[in-house]
């Protein structure tokens, strides 16, 4: 762009050749210029209705003073009520965690007064220097408000797996073969080789035997499902008792049995009567704990239950 300028003062107009560049550069300065000469006015104008105590000036003065502590004090309310949620999520997770950690202490079998989650844990330490403390900021607060909660929300997340895990281990302990089938008599062949009670020749014993009175109460070892209520050829009158996991106990040589298949049994609860049935020489319970079908020691889970 050229600008000419013409004067009397000058012999001869001048030429000036000025860029886009330098225009944009002065339209800049000028707007610059203007933000400065109008916060100086705004600035003075302050001083003056301070100074001076102009009414028209104060009462301007006292307006925007109080939009500004208007526009502050609803910031501040919406900075409360997001607190006020985040701090509602925390303490719905510290109540989830307290639930998770009585319940797991009972599991873990750790006395109520040794771990209490609904105290406040002691806390202390000797007082920092007055230089050394200063005042946290509402960034930092929320930042660290943050972080708590993630933590919180981490935390509750692995103890209810925890808790979750103990349920399943404490359901697998119950479905286990723990609980004598009968409470009175001996035991008159144990698990393992013997000589053969008709054969007098070595042969393996796949469970236990329990000798007492035709009639007397045997119950089930373990809770579960029965599965079979029949007569058979060598066993007599026998139960099986489907725990789960592949876990099986058998009741044998029954006088009678008391249940029927498909029902659900309890552990402790009676399911026939000691007999004489099958291959017998006289009044006993042949008691069996099979896996997948494969005969175990019974004494391995008897004396789990003591």
């Given at each position: 762009m050229n600008i000419i300028i013409v004067s009397n003062k000058l012999a001869a107009p001048r030429?000036?050749?000025?860029?886009?560049?330098?225009?944009?550069?002065?339209?800049?300065?000028?707007?610059?210029?203007?933000?400065?000469?109008?916060s100086l006015m705004y600035a003075f104008t302050l001083r003056q209705a301070v100074d001076t105590k102009n009414p028209y000036l104060q009462s301007v003065l006292s307006g925007l003073t109080r939009?500004?502590?208007?526009?502050?004090?609803?910031?501040?309310?919406?900075?409360?009520?997001?607190?006020?949620v985040k701090l509602g999520e925390m303490q719905a997770r510290l109540m989830r965690i307290d639930a998770?950690?009585?319940?797991?202490?009972?599991?873990?079998?750790?006395?109520?007064?040794?771990?209490?989650?609904?105290?406040?844990?002691?806390?202390?330490?000797?007082?920092?220097?007055?230089?050394?403390?200063?005042?946290?900021?509402?960034?930092?607060?929320?930042?660290?408000?943050?972080?708590?909660?993630?933590?919180?929300?981490?935390?509750?997340d692995k103890?209810?797996?925890?808790?979750?895990?103990?349920?399943?281990?404490?359901?697998?302990?119950?479905?286990?073969?723990?609980?004598?089938?009968?409470?009175?008599?001996?035991?008159?062949?144990?698990?393992?080789?013997?000589?053969?009670?008709?054969?007098?020749?070595?042969?393996?014993h796949a469970g236990i035997d329990f000798?007492?009175?035709?009639?007397?109460?045997?119950?089930?070892?373990?809770?579960?499902?029965?599965?079979?209520s029949e007569a058979h050829g060598e066993y007599g009158n026998m139960v099986e008792v489907d725990h789960g996991n592949g876990l099986v106990s058998r009741y044998a040589h029954l006088s009678k049995s008391l249940v029927k298949p498909g029902d659900v049994v309890l552990k402790g609860q009676q399911i026939a009567q000691v007999g004489t049935t099958g291959r017998s020489t006289g009044a006993h319970l042949h008691f069996e704990v099979r896996e997948?079908?494969?005969?175990?020691?019974?004494?391995?889970?008897?004396q789990i239950g003591g």
């Open positions: 030429s000036y050749n000025v860029s886009h560049s330098q225009i944009a550069m002065m339209g800049v300065g000028l707007v610059i210029a203007m933000f400065l000469f109008g939009k500004e502590s208007e526009k502050n004090q609803v910031m501040m309310r919406e900075n409360l009520n997001a607190l006020a998770f950690g009585e319940r797991l202490s009972k599991a873990a079998g750790i006395k109520p007064t040794e771990f209490k989650f609904s105290e406040k844990p002691g806390r202390g330490g000797p007082s920092a220097d007055v230089k050394e403390q200063s005042d946290i900021t509402l960034e930092e607060f929320n930042r660290q408000l943050a972080e708590l909660s993630l933590l919180l929300e981490d935390r509750g103890l209810g797996v925890l808790d979750s895990m103990l349920m399943q281990e404490n359901l697998r302990k119950k479905s286990l073969p723990t609980v004598l089938p009968v409470t009175t008599g001996y035991h008159s062949s144990n698990y393992g080789y013997r000589l053969d009670p008709f054969s007098g020749r070595k042969a393996f000798v007492a009175p035709i009639g007397t109460s045997v119950t089930t070892a373990a809770g579960g499902v029965v599965v079979t997948s079908g494969v005969a175990l020691n019974p004494r391995q889970f008897l």
